[in-house]
């Protein structure tokens, strides 16, 4: 890792005011390209990797029998046609989740339907799923190697045709059964706010019926279930209770926010936004508090992926105290730099040290005790 000041310094005073001047969306579509034309070439991988990627031995884990770096991921949403999975790793991400992917290709939601909200330190999100669909990732993605973990996302395809329960758990099945051999785990995605039909699996009678046939796939590799930011502790017993009685290793705590009149967002920067859910600091305290809900009260039973609004190496070791074993970002990346992900990585053994900790694992969940 080379001269993270310098590369803080470039990107918070040269690229961000360039790229916050610019269309979120159109930005987001030329680094996607940039970084997928960088990831194809040995030479582009290496510059990246000597600038930006920490390693120490102190962040490796093994978590569900796969090994991780180091506990630093990127969240869902960022590259959702599975584009971009051989540059990641040379930005210093330890694993990294692609998708939302659903059994047919969408187009998502008409534009414009991504927002900055730079005073609250937030996007808001309404995609609405746009992806390539589960067969032509699945293609793009069968050959490959990759350098580190790589977790599918599966959601419900946003039409009116998988709107109804059953038409919805068979979409969800189809996609299931065309990526299950495809990269190291699989995320179940029930909490996207801006599909067709809404959140219909956070019922727990719904998600029963989802899981009972997720079973019946007897999936090979470790399986994840990202739950929505605005649920009570009591609604998120009543999930862990349908979860309990079937085969899901991880909880993924949690998605963006609908909840506008969070005390994070400043109201006046909303005026300019449309519908959609809010990422970034407005979910970081609500989704810490579910990470440490849910550690508590589920005793070790699952292994939980904290995410919402990680933009220090301070925030995602709040996470892991409060019982995340990993963590993803994507806004954090998007507000701080890319270079922030060596700065968590590098921060988090300095933390790790000063309390007293070998591991990341040691620290998991130290909150509690
Ligand atoms: C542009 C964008 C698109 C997203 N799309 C998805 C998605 O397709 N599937 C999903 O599970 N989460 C999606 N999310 C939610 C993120 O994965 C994450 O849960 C949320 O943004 C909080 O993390 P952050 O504050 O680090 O961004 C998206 C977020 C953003 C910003």
Same mark, same amino acid.
Not at 18 to 38: A, I, K, S, T, Y
Not at 260 to 269: M, N
Not at 300 to 327: P, Q
């Given at each position: $890792?080379?001269?993270?000041?310098?590369?803080?310094? =470039?990107?918070?005073?040269? @690229?961000?005011?360039? &790229?916050?001047?610019? /269309? +979120?969306?159109?930005?987001?579509?030329? $680094?996607?390209?940039?970084?997928?034309?960088?990831?194809? &070439?040995?030479?582009?991988?290496?510059?990246?990797?000597?600038?930006?990627?920490?390693?120490?031995?102190?962040?490796?884990?093994?978590?569900?029998?796969?090994?991780?770096?180091?506990?630093?991921? @990127?969240?869902?949403? &960022?590259?959702?046609?599975?584009?971009?999975?051989?540059?990641?790793?040379?930005?210093?991400?330890?694993?990294? =989740?692609?998708?939302?992917?659903?059994?047919?290709?969408?187009?998502?939601?008409?534009?414009?339907?991504?927002?900055?909200? +730079?005073?609250?330190?937030?996007?808001?999100?309404?995609?609405?799923?746009?992806?390539?669909?589960?067969?032509?990732? *699945?293609?793009?993605?069968? /050959?490959?190697?990759?350098?580190?973990?790589?977790?599918?996302?599966?959601?419900?395809?946003?039409?009116?045709?998988?709107?109804?329960?059953?038409?919805?758990?068979?979409?969800?099945?189809?996609? %299931?059964? =065309?990526?299950? *051999?495809?990269?190291?785990?699989?995320?179940?995605?029930?909490?996207?706010?801006?599909?067709?039909?809404?959140?219909?699996?956070?019922?727990?009678?719904?998600?029963?019926? %989802?899981?009972?046939?997720?079973?019946?796939?007897?999936?090979?590799?470790?399986?994840?279930?990202?739950?929505?930011?605005?649920?009570?502790?009591?609604?998120?017993?009543?999930?862990?209770?349908?979860?309990?009685?079937?085969?899901?290793?991880?909880?993924?705590?949690?998605?963006?926010?609908?909840?506008?009149?969070?005390?994070?967002?400043?109201?006046?920067?909303?005026? *300019?936004?449309?519908?959609?859910?809010?990422?970034?600091? +407005?979910?970081?305290?609500?989704?810490?508090?579910?990470?440490?809900?849910?550690?508590?009260?589920? *005793?070790?039973?699952?292994?939980? =992926?904290?995410?919402?609004?990680? &933009?220090?190496?301070?925030?995602?070791?709040?996470?892991?105290?409060?019982?995340?074993?990993?963590?993803?970002?994507?806004?954090?990346?998007?507000?701080?730099?890319?270079?922030?992900?060596?700065?968590?990585?590098?921060? @988090?053994?300095?933390? %790790?040290?000063?309390?007293?900790?070998?591991?990341?694992?040691?620290?998991?969940?130290?909150?509690?005790?």
């Amino acid at each position: $890792m080379f001269a993270t000041r310098t590369q803080r310094f =470039v990107y918070q005073h040269f @690229l961000k005011p360039w &790229f916050f001047r610019r /269309d +979120p969306e159109m930005v987001h579509d030329q $680094m996607c390209r940039l970084g997928h034309r960088l990831g194809r &070439f040995h030479a582009g991988r290496t510059c990246l990797s000597t600038l930006m990627v920490y390693r120490h031995p102190m962040l490796e884990q093994t978590v569900c029998g796969i090994r991780f770096k180091n506990p630093v991921g @990127l969240t869902a949403g &960022f590259d959702k046609n599975a584009e971009l999975t051989q540059v990641i790793p040379s930005v210093g991400f330890g694993f990294e =989740v692609v998708g939302s992917v659903t059994a047919r290709p969408c187009e998502g939601n008409p534009k414009p339907r991504l927002w900055r909200l +730079p005073k609250s330190k937030g996007l808001v999100v309404y995609y609405g799923l746009k992806n390539d669909g589960a067969d032509q990732i *699945q293609r793009r993605l069968r /050959d490959q190697s990759f350098e580190i973990p790589i977790g599918i996302s599966v959601a419900k395809t946003n039409d009116a045709a998988s709107v109804g329960v059953n038409e919805g758990i068979n979409d969800y099945i189809q996609s %299931l059964k =065309v990526l299950s *051999q495809t990269g190291d785990f699989i995320v179940i995605n029930v909490s996207c706010p801006n599909a067709y039909g809404g959140e219909t699996f956070v019922d727990p009678d719904l998600l029963e019926r %989802l899981l009972s046939r997720v079973d019946q796939l007897q999936l090979t590799k470790p399986l994840f279930l990202k739950l929505p930011v605005d649920l009570t502790t009591k609604q998120l017993d009543a999930l862990c209770e349908v979860i309990d009685l079937h085969q899901v290793d991880g909880l993924i705590l949690s998605n963006l926010t609908k909840e506008r009149s969070r005390k994070e967002i400043d109201q006046t920067e909303l005026v *300019q936004a449309g519908a959609g859910g809010i990422s970034g600091a +407005p979910t970081k305290q609500a989704s810490t508090e579910l990470i440490r809900h849910a550690y508590r009260s589920t *005793q070790g039973r699952y292994v939980i =992926v904290g995410v919402g609004g990680i &933009f220090s190496a301070e925030d995602a070791y709040e996470k892991i105290c409060a019982g995340a074993s990993l963590v993803q970002l994507a806004t954090g990346m998007i507000f701080e730099g890319p270079q922030l992900i060596g700065e968590i990585n590098k921060g @988090l053994v300095k933390l %790790l040290t000063r309390d007293g900790f070998d591991s990341i694992t040691e620290a998991i969940g130290s909150a509690h005790r």
